[in-house]
Structure formats: structure tokens, C-alpha cells
């Protein structure tokens, strides 16, 4: 079993930033792929990006390449996603993955946060 918890949304100008965390409990997280995903309104989660167990492998939808990094600290069984050069159409409620059946890219995973929400105001 893994627990995940996220934090650290909220409301954004355009071009603005902002850090999400995902701390996560159970299984120790430094031994499965992690990531990030997004749900805007009337719309379907989408792949944001997600980071190997190790952080050695990093991908990320086109949509945010060259904005958001991820990363994580294992000793802290953290997950971040650093966003900058917000967007509008950035604005959805964040979900963080762990995917213990994979070392490399999830799935997505069975385990889900609770969701963060992200607003970017133009």
C-alpha cells in the first residue's frame, strides 16, 4: 500500500510559479517510477510527467517540456513538480501517481493523491 498527499497548489498569474509536492507513505517510494498528472474541467487526466525510482529517467508531455521539471528526494519519499512560465490552460487539479509494478514510467499506477488545484489567472 502507498499513501500519497499532495500540497503546494493555488492561484497563479500567467508567467508566474509555483512547486507541487507529493510526500508519499507505505512502501518506501525510492523503489518505483512516480508522476504527475492533470485533470482540467470536462476534460479527460492527462500525463504531465513522471521520474524513474532512481531520478535517473524524466519525461514529460509536450505540452510542459521546457516549463515543468520533476523531480524527486527519495530520503524524503517526495516527489516535486517545479512550474514555471505558467499558463492558463495549465489551470486543473494536479494528481500525483506511484506505480509500484514499474521502475521506469507509469502506467499510471494504481495510487493516486487526493489532487492539488492548480489555477493560472491571465
Known amino acids: 500500500q502507498v499513501q500519497l498527499l499532495e500540497s503546494g497548489g493555488g492561484l497563479v498569474q500567467t508567467g508566474g510559479s509555483l512547486r507541487l509536492s507529493c510526500a508519499a507513505s507505505?512502501?518506501?517510494?525510492?523503489?518505483?517510477?512516480m508522476g504527475w498528472f492533470r485533470q482540467a474541467p470536462g476534460k479527460e487526466r492527462e500525463f504531465v510527467a513522471d521520474?524513474?525510482?532512481?531520478?535517473?529517467?524524466?519525461y514529460y508531455a509536450d505540452s510542459v517540456k521546457g516549463r515543468f521539471i520533476i523531480s524527486r528526494d527519495n530520503a524524503k519519499n517526495t516527489v516535486y513538480l517545479q512550474m514555471n512560465s505558467l499558463k492558463p490552460e495549465d489551470t486543473a487539479v494536479y494528481y500525483c501517481?506511484?506505480?509500484?509494478?514499474?521502475?521506469?514510467?507509469?502506467?499510471?499506477?494504481?495510487?493516486w493523491g487526493q489532487g492539488t488545484q492548480v489555477t493560472v489567472s491571465s
Open positions: 501517481n506511484a506505480d509500484p509494478d514499474s521502475l521506469f514510467r507509469v502506467k499510471p499506477g494504481k495510487y
Open positions: 507505505g512502501r518506501t517510494s525510492g523503489s518505483y517510477v
Open positions: 521520474i524513474s525510482w532512481n531520478g535517473g529517467s524524466r
